[in-house]
């Protein structure tokens, strides 16, 4: 099989940087990027001076503004951030055609047997990032390592403006410690469960055997068992396909029970249909309904359904909507689309 080279780049406080770039002034003040406090206005992201009060993406505005009353907030200039962007992704091309975005700023690259900096992963994402500071006046971090669970986990490792490698050698001795919230898919509620199970870091989890692992946990043991040993075989996906298409949006008034949350179903449906459209994407697997409740918890229900309509988004609206069953300050209805990952297979190269 061959060991893959993969690089995961992450620009660092993506929008808040671009800003920063425009304005040298605001470099060393927190700022951050996000809606209007009056009109329920979360943070999309913020710079570091800005973090050191607790500050963080998808944080209420109002709560940020309380937390830091010095902060200077800025309205989304996207314009500005997709010129950006493109810079940075052209960037990528120079490198390899093998390139997974994730997000206007983020992309896996596979450089595997590449003849770039003499086929070394490592010295390509330094000068890669050495590119993007010069060429386009923002920073961005690196993770270099065989798959991308790997590459992703390592490109946080030395943020801001910086690079950490693992190698295939360095694996076994690297996930022992790791914990668990690292891995891919597990947020911070799932964390909290897999503790009292007493499985808090990726060493824990290898202690327990596969068949337990899955009779506990299900699917959910079945990708930590791997995930826990640096097994990731998902590939560089070089399609544009999206993986979800969705609506959303957030009410400057609570909804207050489920009858007012179904009478804004056909509103959010005409837009997702309208979006649909335009997009020509593949037939959808799955149709999903997200509600975010006032007080910040949401939840998501699906089902699989090629083609949903206003009836299958409004049952499971009503079967979501149970699963808190009080005021909604935000309402979603998507489709997912069904990934088709191939086997990676091939021979050993060296030099990282």
């Not at 986990?153 to 076994?172: L, M």
């Not at 020509?280 to 918890?297: E, L, Y």
Request: charged fraction near 25%.
């Amino acid at each position: 099989m061959v060991v893959r080279k993969i690089i995961h780049i992450d620009c660092d406080c993506f929008y808040a940087a671009v800003e920063m770039r425009d304005r040298p002034e605001l470099r060393e003040v927190p700022i951050a990027i996000g809606g209007a406090p009056d009109q329920r206005g979360v943070i999309s992201t913020c710079n570091y001076p800005a973090r050191k009060f607790g500050i963080h993406s998808a944080m209420p505005t109002k709560w940020a503004l309380r937390q830091c009353p010095n902060l200077i907030l800025l309205p989304h200039s996207f314009e500005r951030y997709r010129d950006a962007s493109r810079r940075v992704h052209a960037i990528f091309a120079d490198y390899t055609d093998r390139i997974e975005p994730l997000s206007l700023d983020e992309a896996y690259l596979d450089v595997t047997g590449l003849p770039h900096c003499h086929g070394s992963a490592t010295l390509m994402a330094q000068e890669i990032r050495a590119r993007i500071e010069a060429e386009v006046g923002i920073t961005a971090s690196a993770g270099i390592a065989p798959n991308k669970l790997l590459a992703k986990i390592a490109s946080d490792w030395r943020k801001p403006n910086g690079q950490f490698v693992i190698t295939p050698d360095e694996v076994a001795a690297f996930m022992p410690t790791l914990p668990v919230g690292k891995l891919w898919g597990i947020g911070k509620v799932t964390a909290g469960k897999l503790a009292k199970l007493g499985l808090n870091t990726c060493g824990d989890v290898q202690g327990w055997p596969h068949a337990e692992l899955v009779r506990v946990l299900g699917g959910l043991g079945e990708s930590l068992y791997w995930q826990s040993r640096g097994i990731d075989e998902r590939p560089v996906a070089r399609s544009d396909k999206r993986k979800s298409l969705s609506v959303e949006h957030t009410y400057n008034q609570d909804l207050p029970d489920l009858a007012a949350c179904m009478a804004k179903l056909p509103s959010l449906y005409t837009d997702f249909s309208q979006r649909q459209q335009r997009s020509q994407r593949d037939t959808p697997h799955k149709a999903f309904v997200k509600i975010k409740f006032h007080d910040f918890t949401q939840t998501t229900m699906e089902c699989i359904c090629p083609s949903p309509d206003p009836e299958i988004f409004a049952t499971l609206l009503s079967q979501a909507w149970q699963r808190g069953a009080k005021p909604v300050r935000l309402l979603g209805v998507g489709v997912r689309f069904a990934e088709r990952p191939k086997p990676v297979t091939g021979e050993t190269l060296p030099l990282w």
